[in-house]
């Protein structure tokens, strides 16, 4: 951490902007009621106390025992503790006046002395005692000149967006702040959404402007996606089943569907544009893992872009042995495409459907025969519609989808937007139906049956192979 920054308390944050704020800096926070602005300010003061330093939290909008509450139930942090031990000081000003405010000004210069970082929250509701906005200014430019230029402070100056309008506060704020960061609370695809803009920031790089963020579990903000490498690489472990279901092969999945996918459904898995193929494998291949490792079968026939190869591939990603690979799983290649002699590839040739399907349903119930357990198909509709009429891809889908229910396995459908006809059927023919998509570089993936809020989809290679971590926006 370069010397002369101080860092948020927030990790991504720190790391977008370069170590933190630059040290004696005026950062305006601003945003509508209910976007965070008070978890951002107080997890600020926080980081400091927690580094040892001495943190000021001045409050016109709560008063002290309702502030404490508040910090405490959204860090999870002892606040309560910090404020006996005197390094973290809170000024209740709910009940100030007009004419009580030089005497305001006085005791936040006295208790600043000595601290390191200090929060105004809010700037809003203090500048209403002021009817005069050069009253407001004046009283702007002593928290500049007197408590951060003299005395170093690193301030927080909350402030209030009016619905409807873009600035801060009176506006007057913006320009003579160091930084300013907006937080938004807005709707993707009719489900909460946050996000927050750094539109300035003095003295720090800027290679992301607009970042995802979450209240859960405090503040805390995304990174656009970035793979992470597998150091020492495991098998994978695997998940029970519960009563009725199949895991997905992810806790965090299990937990957002009640437990898993149930048996006997056709999950339909929609794919945006932007979504890359080894980003839709971190949700797709656990599920797949999860039924190798019981000893079931997969059948996977691959979305465009993907081919043989990667499936085998992705089962390795799991720990399989070659052995196991081509006991358990299927994957069609098409005749007139060089592919290997070895059991686990199904040669077809890709050009009647009707064919080419029931040699592809022989291999499911052979699986089923020799394992007597159900299977997994995996389908990339956009690779079977690419070669055969919609038509007869809906007849052979199906005919998947009662194969699925008569022998309680599972069918999981990979859509991507190149086939809208296609999607609409499939949608409504799904029992499941999530959506991986993405914002400001940050993987979401959200249910639509059933209908969940969104999830931030991060990268986690703690246990020697690529698993997905959710984290709901809330």
Same mark, same amino acid.
């Given at each position: 951490m370069?010397?002369?920054l101080v860092?948020? /308390?927030?990790e991504?944050l720190?790391?977008?902007? /370069?170590?933190?704020?630059?040290?004696?800096?005026?950062?305006?926070?601003?945003g509508?009621?209910g976007t965070?602005?008070?978890?951002?300010?107080?997890? #600020?003061?926080c980081?400091?106390?927690?580094?040892?330093?001495v943190?000021?939290?001045v409050? #016109?909008a709560?008063?002290?025992?309702?502030?404490? %509450?508040?910090m405490?139930?959204?860090?999870?942090?002892d606040?309560e503790?910090?404020?006996k031990s005197g %390094?973290c000081k809170?000024?209740?000003?709910?009940?100030?006046?007009?004419?009580?405010l030089?005497?305001?000004l006085d005791?936040?210069?006295a208790?600043t002395?000595g601290?390191?970082?200090?929060?105004?929250d809010?700037?809003?509701?203090?500048?209403q005692?002021?009817k005069?906005?050069i009253e407001?200014?004046?009283?702007?430019?002593?928290?500049l000149?007197r408590?951060?230029r003299?005395?170093?402070?690193?301030?927080?100056?909350v402030?209030?967006?009016?619905i /409807?309008?873009?600035?801060?506060g009176?506006g007057m704020e913006?320009?003579?702040a160091?930084?300013v960061?907006l937080?938004?609370?807005?709707?993707?695809?009719?489900? =909460? #959404?946050?996000d927050l803009e750094i539109?300035k920031?003095r003295?720090?790089p800027?290679p992301?402007k607009?970042?995802?963020f979450t209240?859960?579990g405090?503040?805390?903000?995304?990174q656009p996606?970035?793979?992470? =490498?597998?150091?020492k @690489?495991?098998?994978f472990?695997p998940?029970?089943?519960? =009563?009725?279901?199949?895991?997905?092969g992810i806790?965090?999945?299990?937990r957002?569907?009640?437990?898993?996918?149930? %048996?006997?459904?056709?999950v339909l898995?929609?794919?945006?544009?932007?979504?890359?193929? =080894?980003q839709?494998?971190?949700?797709?291949?656990?599920?797949a893992w999860?039924f190798?490792?019981k000893?079931?079968?997969?059948?996977?026939?691959p979305?465009?872009?993907?081919d043989?190869?990667?499936?085998?591939?992705?089962?390795?990603k799991?720990? #399989?042995t070659?052995?196991v690979?081509?006991?358990?799983?299927r994957?069609?290649?098409?005749?007139f495409?060089?592919a290997?002699?070895r059991?686990?590839?199904?040669?077809?040739?890709g050009?009647?459907?009707?064919?080419?399907?029931?040699?592809?349903?022989?291999e499911?119930y052979e699986?089923? %025969?020799?394992t007597?357990? @159900?299977?997994?198909s995996?389908l990339?509709?956009d690779r079977?519609a690419?070669?055969y009429r919609e038509?007869?891809?809906l007849?052979?889908?199906n005919?998947?989808?009662?194969?699925?229910r008569?022998?309680?396995?599972?069918l999981?459908?990979?859509?991507?937007?190149?086939y @809208?006809?296609?999607?609409?059927?499939?949608r409504a023919?799904?029992?499941i139906?999530?959506?991986?998509?993405r914002?400001h570089?940050?993987?979401i993936?959200y /249910?639509?049956?059933?209908r969940?809020?969104?999830y931030?989809?991060?990268m986690?290679?703690?246990q020697?192979?690529p698993?997905?971590?959710?984290?709901p926006?809330t």
């Open positions: 370069i010397k002369d860092p948020t /308390g927030i991504a720190d790391e977008i902007i /370069g170590g933190g704020f630059q040290k004696g800096s005026l950062i305006l926070l601003a509508n009621p965070g602005k008070t978890t951002f300010a107080a997890q #600020f003061i980081k400091g106390v927690e580094a040892g330093e943190g000021v939290y409050s #016109f709560e008063d002290k025992d309702t502030l404490i %509450r508040n405490e139930k959204f860090l999870g942090r606040c503790k910090y404020v %390094r809170i000024l209740d000003m709910i009940t100030v006046k007009k004419e009580g030089p005497a305001i005791l936040i210069l208790e002395v601290a390191k970082r200090l929060v105004i809010s700037f809003s509701a203090m500048a005692a002021f005069d906005p407001v200014r004046i009283i702007l430019h002593t928290i000149s408590i951060v003299q005395s170093g402070c690193t301030t927080l100056l402030c209030e967006v009016p /409807g309008e873009e600035h801060a009176l913006e320009f003579v160091d930084g960061i937080l938004k609370a807005s709707e993707l695809d009719g489900r =909460p #959404f946050r539109r920031l003295g720090s800027l992301e607009k970042m995802v209240l859960s405090g503040f805390k903000v995304f996606f970035k793979f992470k =490498p597998v150091e @690489p495991a098998k472990k998940i029970d089943d519960p =009563p009725g279901k199949f895991s997905t806790p965090d999945l299990d957002l569907l009640d437990g898993g996918y149930p %048996r006997s459904a056709t898995f929609e794919i945006d544009e932007q979504i890359t193929t =080894p839709y494998h971190l949700i797709v291949s656990p599920t999860n190798g490792a000893g079931r079968g997969t059948i996977v026939i979305s465009m872009g993907m043989y190869k990667v499936a085998l591939e992705e089962a390795k799991g720990g #399989f070659e052995d690979i081509d006991n358990l799983l994957v069609p290649s098409f005749e495409m060089e290997l002699e059991p686990s590839i199904i040669r077809v040739k050009e009647n459907l009707r064919e080419d399907s029931q040699k592809i349903f022989d499911a699986l089923i %025969r020799k007597g357990k @159900p299977t997994l995996i990339g509709v079977v690419s070669y038509e007869e891809v007849k052979a889908i005919i998947g989808v009662t194969i699925t008569v022998n309680k396995s599972l999981m459908l990979l859509l991507k937007p190149s @809208p006809k296609l999607g609409k059927i499939l023919l799904a029992d139906h999530l959506k991986l998509t914002e570089g940050v993987l993936l /249910g639509i049956k059933p969940t809020c969104l931030v989809v991060e986690d290679v703690s020697g192979y698993l997905a971590k959710l984290t926006i």
